[in-house]
């Protein structure tokens, strides 16, 4: 009894608390948003649609290239292309890619970014009927600058700090540029143009210095050409001493050669001889071994003839024997002599009526 009063007390009071919710309600304005033709307003940490801010001050793009949101995807859907430029030496962005049909919107790569490049938007709409349309490249990816200031107020990020500028280029390189000259062909350098007059003399004289000062070269040049002569006359003995010696040692190396073919010569008429005393020798070793193996295959040939024969002759023997044993008779049974003195009773004895009974009818029989 006090358990089912109990119960409707409770029940009544549920009732009770939620009917209070309803008339707090009835008073209050609606919240819900007639949308899409009204926005909802999203929190700062809302983890929308990604995007590549830029400097809101200089519009400057921020990615470095680290590659660290590239790595630390779960979802492997960021892909980024780069290159190590020649004047920075450090790596330069080219492509830069997501594909937001993989991505599970975690906010990893925003955690990693150094430079606050890749955030979250509080864009959500995103529907598309391929796949192919949710790859977003670089171009689709970056904000513009008003963008950009919208959220780093907006999520209270530290403002980007500006890059580095690109080192000056060479002035050789850039003196290059202008007239296009090939490369390791220095440029001429024109002297100034002087007034004309009084002042065109002085500049005449040093030139004619030099012309003075190269007379005394050639006069020092003709003793060298005389001393060289000199050299060549004293060259010519010796050259000449040179020849005769080396004619010398030509002919004494013909004589020693032709003393050489001589000695050849006598050599192979000597081989030839012996080569021709050992080939009697040879034939008739040869004759002797062909005329023993004869008499050995003549041996075996005799008993082979023997043996056949011996076999032909037991083969006869035996066939006689046979022939005895078939054509012997059977011999008879041996008889015990008890049984042969032994007397056959009366009873088995025919009497005469049995052997008169009997000759009738072998008759019968015959006919």
């Given amino acids: 009894m006090f358990g089912l009063v109990g119960r409707s007390i409770s029940s009544i009071v549920?009732?009770?608390?939620?009917?209070?919710?309803?008339?707090?309600?009835?008073?209050?304005?609606p919240i819900t948003l007639g949308f899409p033709e009204e926005m909802p307003e999203l929190p700062a940490t809302f983890r929308g649609r990604l995007a590549l801010a830029v400097n809101p001050q200089n519009g400057e793009h921020l990615c470095i290239s680290c590659l660290q949101c590239e790595r630390?995807?779960?979802?492997?859907?960021?892909?980024?292309?780069?290159?190590k430029s020649p004047e920075t030496n450090k790596p330069e962005l080219i492509e830069f890619k997501i594909d937001h049909g993989l991505c599970m919107f975690c906010g990893l790569c925003t955690e990693v970014c150094p430079t606050n490049c890749i955030i979250n938007t509080n864009d959500f709409e995103m529907s598309d009927y391929t796949r192919e349309s949710l790859v977003y490249d670089i171009r689709k990816l970056t904000l513009t600058q008003d963008e950009s200031?919208?959220?780093?107020?907006?999520?209270?990020?530290?403002?980007?700090?500006?890059k580095p500028p690109k080192p000056a280029a060479k002035p050789a390189a850039a003196a290059a540029k202008?007239?296009?000259?090939?490369?390791?062909?220095?440029?001429?350098?024109?002297?100034?143009a002087k007034p004309e007059g009084a002042e065109a003399k002085p500049a005449d004289k040093p030139i004619a210095k030099p012309e003075a000062e190269t007379k005394p070269e050639a006069t020092e040049a003709k003793p060298t050409v005389a001393a060289a002569k000199s050299e060549t006359a004293e060259a010519k003995p010796a050259t000449e001493a040179?020849?005769?010696?080396?004619?010398?040692?030509?002919?004494?190396?013909?004589?020693?050669?032709?003393?050489?073919?001589?000695?050849?010569?006598?050599?192979?008429?000597?081989?030839?001889?012996l080569i021709d005393v050992e080939k009697p020798s040879v034939s008739a070793d040869k004759a002797a071994a062909s005329a023993a193996s004869d008499a050995e295959k003549e041996k075996l040939a005799a008993g082979l003839q023997h043996l056949m024969s011996f076999s032909a002759a037991e083969g006869k023997a035996e066939e006689p024997k046979a022939e005895t044993e078939?054509?012997?008779?059977?011999?008879?049974?041996a008889i015990p002599s008890e049984l042969k003195t032994?007397?056959?009773?009366?009873?088995?004895?025919?009497?005469s009526s049995d052997s008169a009974s009997a000759e009738p009818e072998k008759k019968e029989g015959e006919q």
Wanted: charged share 35%.
């Fill in 14 to 29: 549920e009732v009770i608390r939620g009917l209070s919710t309803v008339f707090k309600h009835t008073f209050r304005e």
């Fill in 72 to 83: 630390v995807c779960p979802d492997k859907c960021i892909q980024i292309t780069s290159h």
């Fill in 149 to 162: 200031a919208h959220y780093y107020s907006k999520k209270e990020l530290p403002p980007p700090k500006p």
């Fill in 178 to 192: 202008p007239g296009e000259e090939k490369p390791g062909v220095k440029p001429e350098v024109k002297p100034a």
């Fill in 242 to 273: 040179k020849t005769e010696t080396a004619e010398a040692t030509k002919s004494a190396e013909a004589e020693v050669g032709a003393e050489k073919t001589d000695e050849q010569k006598k050599e192979s008429a000597s081989a030839k001889t």
């Fill in 326 to 333: 078939q054509k012997a008779p059977a011999e008879e049974p």
């Fill in 342 to 351: 032994t007397e056959v009773p009366d009873e088995l004895k025919p009497s």
